[in-house]
């Protein structure tokens, strides 16, 4: 069962912005630690950035830092992530999913390209 449904992708020029939502329809929300990840094309899947229960932690891959934020709204079960000065190596398939295993089935995910 997927419980996790991402949004927000699309397509934008070399240093535009984007952010992307996450809405986890799971119980116990606010007690999980949360991140996101992405997959490019031929690549594995990767951790962007995670952030804690309550959100006073959180941590970004080196491709991710000073560019992305990572934050949530416990009370609405919804994991955000602002990413700025996009990169065409940005471009992925970008999902969420819990911090640490085990994982939620994971969804479809949210495209983001990046190009000119």
């Known amino acids: 069962q997927v419980l996790v449904v991402e949004s927000g992708g699309g397509l934008v020029q070399p240093g535009g912005s984007l952010r992307l939502s996450c809405v986890d329809s799971?119980?116990?929300?606010?007690?999980?630690?949360m991140a996101w990840y992405r997959q490019a094309p031929g690549k594995e899947r990767e951790l962007v950035a995670s952030?804690?229960?309550?959100?006073?932690?959180?941590n970004y891959a080196d491709s991710a830092k000073g560019r992305f934020t990572i934050s949530r709204d416990n009370a609405k079960n919804t994991v955000y992530l602002q990413m700025n000065n996009l990169k065409p190596e940005d471009t992925a398939v970008y999902y969420c999913n819990t911090k640490y295993p085990p994982f939620f089935d994971w969804g479809q995910g949210t495209q983001v390209t990046v190009s000119s």
């Open positions: 952030i804690s229960s309550v959100g006073s932690i959180t």
């Open positions: 799971s119980t116990n929300f606010r007690a999980r630690g």
